[in-house]
Each structure stands twice: as structure tokens, then as C-alpha cells.
């Protein structure tokens, strides 16, 4: 776990970290943590506030039964033993702060890190002021780089810290606009990119041909660029052998696998299936094909793979259109909190784990002042991007 800071300020009141929440008390359902929008300790001037992104917090998204649920879910892997969770219910937003002064965190990708955002956001309720930046303009600061930037918005933290979203849909629309990483986004080399593209793509040749250009890119400029990880594409829960999306299919969402046994996810977080009267089921087991694809393309370029897809798998039943629009199937987004919440404690420990490397690349790079005058344009030439 990382150093934490005994006190911290927060927007007008001091943060005293040594209060924290127990696992003794959210197993018994005394406290409700962190993760899933319990209430901040030991005041929260921002929970004063009932509209905007304060009452999303606050009441969040998914019905209340399907919120205890969630968390029972939580609290039963917690005591099978399965690695993470009971850290991943005690964490606050001070195991955070370490990853996150003095830098940029851009979530890059398409609705499902939107929506992760918004997770993020209210997991840092008390360290900001509730004012979503927008992206696209509030802080682009060109107009060369404002055509190119489809929308986002940024969380402004203490001191200097940020936690933008960057909306993206598919790989080359962003490698478009990495040219202009520090002369219009306002990045700095201190940054980390956590990016995610793949649910635009539902074939292999497309999503092969749109990493590649993204890959090609990097490759050129990975010295000049900010620490980037990739987080593993999430599985889909339609009515299709493997769950993904298939455009003539509209039941609703269901357990992937189901009815034919299915798959259940065992105490060490590994999926486990009858593969011998479920073959196709082999694809769920290795990340489904989108991460059977991205894995070794970020292996060769360098870049390390946070892990979700296995801890996302049994979250089926939480998804938008158990409670939104009935006509509209969405077996993709889930509503909040969910297993965008899983990822948060993954994307923590992975982060954690690689604050070496991040700081030997930052150590590498130009300096700031170089960065914000060279020319990164190579290797960008020919790419299409769909029109907004």
C-alpha cells in the first residue's frame, strides 16, 4: 500500500486519513465503503451539494437493491480469500494521492472509460470542486487542436493534480491527436495515459488494422510520449455463445455461457467452465478476442496491461437496460457502482507496481521545454478519423 499523508486539505477542511473504514465494519454493513459511494469521513463539505455530478455520487445509478447486491458480491469474494478485495473495499482516496499529485491521469477511450470516469470522480469526491473542465473548450488551446478533440472533461484535484477523460473511439482517432499532447492538451511528461479502445471495432481485421496504426505511432515517439498502460477490453453479456455484441440479437442481457453451465469465477480469480461440452468458451477464458488481439501488440510495444476482464465477467446483471429504456438492449454499460469500480482497485495496484518504471521513462524523456516545441507529427500522415 502506498505512504499515506497523515492529513490532507480538502477544498476548505482537513482530510484526516487516519479515519478510515474497516473491513470489520462494511462486512457487517455498518459502513458502506468508499468504492461503492459510502459517506466520506470525517465530513464531506461537497455531500452538502445535491446537484450535478454531487447527487450522481451521492445516489448513483443503479437501484438500490442492485447496489446491496453489488456489495454483498464484494463482500462474499472478501471472505472466499479472492486476492484484492477485501483491499479493494478499504481503499480511500489517499491510496490514490500518491499516483496522482503533481501529474495528469488521462482515461483515453471510448464510452466504457466515460463512464469509468465518472466512477473515478466520485471515488475523489472530496479532493476537487466539483467543476467538470470541458476538454474539448476549457483546456484544448488551439483551434487546430480543438477540431481534432471529439469531447472529455477534466476533475482538477489539489495542487496542481488532474484527472482527465479523453473520449476516443477507436485507436487512430486518438493517434491523430498525440502530435498535440503537450502544445494543445496541456499535458506534461509527468502524465499517464490509461487507455482502452475496442468496443467500435466487432471484427478482428478492424481491430487489428486500427491497433496497428496506433502501434506504428508509438513506436516512432514512445521516448517524447508520457507513460502509457492499456486497460484490457471488458466483456459483453448478449444473447450470443460468448456474450459479445452481435447486432441481430436483442434478448436481454445475460451470464455469458448461459444456459450450457456457464462459467464461474473461483476464489483465486480465475474463470473456470466445462470446456469440453463449451469449446467456444476457450475465447471467455484467454480475455475474449479483443484482448486475444491487443495483449501481444502491447507486449511489444511496452506497455503494460491492467487487468479487468476476469473480475468483470460474473458482473452480468447490473447493466442500463434493467432499468432504463426496456426497448433498448444495452449488455455493454453498466450502471453505477459496478465493475467500473473493480477496475479503479485494479488500475491502483498496476499503477502502484509500476511507479519505477514510470519514473525511469519520465527520467528519459526531453525536458519540458523541448517537449513543448517538437514536432511529433511523424508517422500520423494518412490517418482517417470518422467525422464527430
Given at each position: 500500500?502506498?505512504?499515506?499523508?497523515?492529513?490532507?486539505?480538502?477544498?476548505?477542511?482537513?482530510?484526516?486519513t487516519?479515519?478510515?473504514?474497516?473491513?470489520?465494519?462494511?462486512r457487517?454493513?455498518?459502513?458502506?465503503?468508499?468504492?461503492?459511494?459510502?459517506?466520506?469521513?470525517?465530513?464531506?463539505?461537497?455531500?452538502?451539494?445535491?446537484?450535478?455530478?454531487?447527487g450522481?455520487?451521492?445516489?448513483?445509478?443503479?437501484?438500490?437493491?442492485?447496489?446491496?447486491?453489488?456489495?454483498?458480491?464484494?463482500i462474499?469474494?472478501?471472505?472466499?480469500?479472492?486476492?484484492?478485495?477485501?483491499?479493494?473495499?478499504?481503499?480511500?482516496?489517499?491510496?490514490?494521492?500518491?499516483?496522482?499529485?503533481?501529474?495528469?491521469l488521462?482515461?483515453?477511450?471510448?464510452?466504457?472509460?466515460?463512464?469509468?470516469?465518472?466512477?473515478?470522480?466520485?471515488?475523489?469526491?472530496?479532493?476537487?470542486?466539483l467543476?467538470?473542465?470541458?476538454?474539448?473548450?476549457?483546456?484544448?488551446?488551439?483551434?487546430?487542436?480543438?477540431?481534432?478533440?471529439?469531447?472529455?472533461w477534466?476533475?482538477?484535484?489539489?495542487h496542481?493534480?488532474?484527472?482527465?477523460?479523453?473520449?476516443?473511439?477507436?485507436?487512430?482517432?486518438?493517434?491523430?491527436?498525440?502530435?498535440?499532447?503537450?502544445?494543445?492538451?496541456?499535458?506534461?511528461?509527468?502524465?499517464?495515459?490509461?487507455?482502452?479502445?475496442?468496443?467500435?471495432?466487432?471484427?478482428?481485421?478492424?481491430?487489428?488494422?486500427?491497433?496497428?496504426v496506433?502501434?506504428?505511432?508509438?513506436?516512432?515517439?514512445?521516448?517524447?510520449?508520457?507513460?502509457?498502460?492499456?486497460?484490457?477490453?471488458?466483456?459483453?453479456?448478449?444473447?450470443?455463445?460468448?456474450?459479445?455484441?452481435?447486432?441481430?440479437?436483442?434478448?436481454?442481457?445475460?451470464?455469458?455461457?448461459?444456459?450450457?453451465?456457464?462459467?464461474?469465477?473461483?476464489k483465486?480469480?480465475?474463470?473456470?467452465?466445462?470446456?469440453?461440452?463449451?469449446?467456444?468458451?476457450?475465447?471467455?477464458?484467454?480475455?475474449?478476442?479483443?484482448?486475444?488481439?491487443?495483449?501481444?501488440?502491447?507486449?511489444?510495444?511496452?506497455?503494460?496491461?491492467?487487468?479487468?476482464?476476469?473480475?468483470?465477467?460474473p458482473?452480468?446483471?447490473?447493466?442500463?437496460?434493467?432499468?432504463?429504456?426496456?426497448?433498448?438492449?444495452?449488455?455493454?454499460?453498466?450502471?453505477?457502482?459496478?465493475?467500473?469500480?473493480?477496475?479503479?482497485?485494479?488500475?491502483?495496484?498496476?499503477?502502484q507496481?509500476?511507479?519505477?518504471?514510470?519514473?525511469?521513462h519520465?527520467?528519459?524523456?526531453?525536458?519540458q521545454?523541448?517537449?513543448?516545441?517538437?514536432?511529433?507529427?511523424?508517422?500520423?500522415?494518412?490517418?482517417?478519423?470518422?467525422?464527430?
Open positions: 500500500m502506498p505512504t499515506r499523508i497523515s492529513k490532507a486539505e480538502a477544498y476548505g477542511q482537513l482530510y484526516d487516519g479515519v478510515s473504514i474497516s473491513y470489520a465494519d462494511i457487517t454493513f455498518k459502513k458502506k465503503p468508499y468504492l461503492v459511494g459510502g459517506n466520506q469521513e470525517p465530513t464531506c463539505n461537497n455531500c452538502l451539494v445535491d446537484d450535478g455530478l454531487a450522481f455520487c451521492k445516489r448513483l445509478t443503479c437501484p438500490y437493491p442492485e447496489q446491496r447486491n453489488f456489495l454483498e458480491h464484494l462474499l469474494r472478501a471472505e472466499l480469500g479472492a486476492p484484492g478485495y477485501e483491499a479493494m473495499l478499504t481503499m480511500n482516496p489517499c491510496d490514490w494521492w500518491p499516483l496522482l499529485q503533481n501529474r495528469t488521462w482515461l483515453v477511450g471510448d464510452s466504457l472509460s466515460q463512464e469509468f470516469m465518472k466512477t473515478f470522480q466520485c471515488f475523489m469526491y472530496e479532493f476537487w470542486d467543476d467538470m473542465v470541458d476538454l474539448k473548450h476549457r483546456v484544448v488551446q488551439t483551434d487546430l487542436v480543438r477540431d481534432k478533440v471529439r469531447l472529455g477534466c476533475a482538477n484535484l489539489l496542481g493534480a488532474r484527472i482527465c477523460h479523453h473520449r476516443v473511439n477507436d485507436a487512430p482517432e486518438y493517434t491523430a491527436v498525440l502530435p498535440y499532447f503537450y502544445q494543445g492538451l496541456t499535458g506534461k511528461r509527468t502524465d499517464i495515459v490509461m487507455m482502452n479502445t475496442g468496443m467500435w471495432s466487432n471484427d478482428v481485421d478492424t481491430y487489428t488494422s486500427r491497433l496497428g496506433f502501434a506504428q505511432y508509438y513506436k516512432l515517439h514512445k521516448q517524447e510520449l508520457p507513460y502509457f498502460v492499456w486497460r484490457d477490453s471488458s466483456p459483453q453479456f448478449f444473447h450470443t455463445p460468448t456474450g459479445d455484441f452481435d447486432r441481430s440479437e436483442h434478448a436481454v442481457c445475460q451470464p455469458i455461457g448461459f444456459p450450457n453451465g456457464g462459467l464461474t469465477l473461483d483465486n480469480n480465475v474463470l473456470v467452465s466445462d470446456l469440453e461440452t463449451s469449446p467456444h468458451l476457450q475465447t471467455v477464458h484467454e480475455g475474449g478476442w479483443r484482448n486475444q488481439i491487443s495483449r501481444p501488440v502491447m507486449q511489444a510495444l511496452g506497455i503494460p496491461v491492467i487487468q479487468t476482464w476476469n473480475t468483470s465477467v458482473i452480468w446483471q447490473y447493466h442500463k437496460n434493467a432499468h432504463d429504456d426496456p426497448n433498448h438492449h444495452d449488455c455493454t454499460h453498466w450502471c453505477h457502482p459496478s465493475a467500473y469500480a473493480l477496475w479503479l482497485y485494479d488500475s491502483l495496484v498496476k499503477l507496481e509500476l511507479e519505477g518504471d514510470i519514473a525511469k519520465i527520467s528519459q524523456m526531453p525536458s521545454q523541448q517537449l513543448d516545441v517538437l514536432d511529433m507529427k511523424a508517422g500520423t500522415e494518412g490517418i482517417v478519423v470518422d467525422p464527430f
